[in-house]
Nanobody
Framework: VQLQASGGGLVQAGGSLRLSCAAS????????LGWLRQTPGKEREFVAA??????????ADSVKGRFTISRDNAKNTVTVFLQMNSLKPEDTAVYYC?????????????????WGQGTQVTVSS
């Protein structure tokens, strides 16, 4: 089981980044996939989730209208993307992709079943 996130980096406020996460080794095409983030000293917080079919999405209020989650259910590797626009310094965090097998869209970080290793996003002011 592997979730490999990439695409993080340093960007100026107002800029954009696109995160990717390749999920393999399990039936992730039947799982809700999500992006969550964490800053030092804080708990991981929910950012966005997408249903297994890609038909439904769910966003934290703090990113709604700026971030877009999408997915590609290829046969052996499922990829989930997070397009981040109009970035703000408060978006700075380590971003994790995760998979949830509960069958609905999940906005609670601790309920996710599988986690990737995280990718750092830094937004300078």
């Amino acid at each position: 089981v592997q979730l490999q996130a990439s695409g993080g980096g340093l960007v100026q406020a107002g800029g954009s980044l696109r995160l990717s996460c390749a999920a393999s080794g399990y039936t992730f095409n039947t799982y809700t996939l999500g992006w969550l983030r964490q800053t030092p000293g804080k708990e991981r917080e929910f950012v966005a989730a997408i249903s297994w079919s890609g038909e439904f999405t769910y966003y934290a209020d703090s990113v709604k209208g700026r971030f877009t989650i999408s997915r590609d259910n290829a046969k052996n590797t499922v990829t989930v993307f997070l397009q981040m626009n109009s970035l703000k310094p408060e978006d700075t965090a380590v971003y994790y992709c995760a998979a949830y097998g509960g069958g609905n869209l999940c906005g609670v970080a601790r309920e996710y079943d599988f986690w990737g290793q995280g990718t750092q996003v830094t937004v300078s002011s």
